[in-house]
């Protein structure tokens, strides 16, 4: 299993940002899908996450200017981020909850990061 992650980039204070992650591979089905960040030397921190229900879980910090969504029939998850602000600078990474043909249980993969810098 692969994730893709894509979409970050330079923007300005107030500007908004999209990103895109897509799960390719053995892929029976995927539970929990999600977006974590880690700014410049801090941890990684969750971001979001969303069901395969269309539940989906935010950060305080994202409340209100941040959306997760996602496409099961493309194995994909969305972060549309709107009102960026300088502290949401940081890498980005996507995150796939999967059960794989054949298997029991779900295991969680991640993709590569993807950086998103907040600046004027």
């Known amino acids: 299993v692969q994730l893709q992650a894509s979409g970050g980039g330079l923007v300005q204070p107030g500007g908004s940002l999209r990103l895109s992650c897509a799960a390719s591979g053995s892929i029976f089905r995927i539970d929990v899908m999600g977006w974590y960040r880690q700014p410049p030397g801090k941890q990684r921190e969750l971001v979001a996450t969303?069901?395969?229900?269309?539940?989906?879980n935010y950060a305080d910090s994202v409340k209100a200017r941040f959306t997760i969504s996602r496409d099961n029939a493309k194995n994909t998850v969305y972060l549309q981020m709107n009102s960026l602000k300088p502290e949401d600078t940081a890498v980005y990474y996507c995150?796939?909850?999967?059960?794989?043909?054949?298997?029991?249980?779900?295991?969680?993969?991640w993709g590569q990061g993807t950086l998103v810098t907040v600046s004027s």
């Open positions: 995150y796939a909850q999967v059960v794989q043909y054949g298997g029991k249980w779900s295991n969680g993969y």
């Open positions: 969303i069901t395969s229900s269309d539940a989906a």
